[in-house]
């Protein structure tokens, strides 16, 4: 082989190595991206909750100020409570979503 030969050959290697590494690092990109896009997504579904969770949390205290007010225990209390049930089980539904996604993989 000459010089000329070696030469190609060096800059063949060195593409390849570049076409590797693109390929390398195109992959993490996608992977992180993937995890990046799960996570916003469990994000968003515990601001959601946490919404639910407030809003509950405020119906339970203006039901209990009316009933104090009273003296008397409404129908705004049972739906108050009703509304807090539903939050707190929807979040265990959330919390063992999680963790059975983290057993699986």
């Known amino acids: 082989m000459n010089m000329f ?5 060096g800059e063949a290697i060195i593409i390849a190595l570049f076409g590797l590494f693109g390929t390398i690092f195109a992959h993490r990109s996608r992977v992180s991206q ?7 997504k469990v994000r968003q579904q515990e601001s959601l909750l946490s919404m639910r969770f407030m809003s509950a949390s405020i119906k339970l205290g203006i039901a209990t100020a009316i009933a104090v007010q009273n003296k008397d225990v409404n129908g705004h209390m049972d739906k108050a409570m009703e509304e807090a049930r539903l939050a707190e089980d929807d979040y265990r539904k959330l919390l063992q979503e999680i963790s059975s996604e983290k057993v699986s993989k």
């Open 34 to 40: 993937k995890k990046n896009e799960a996570r916003a």
């Open 5 to 9: 030969e070696y030469i190609l050959l």
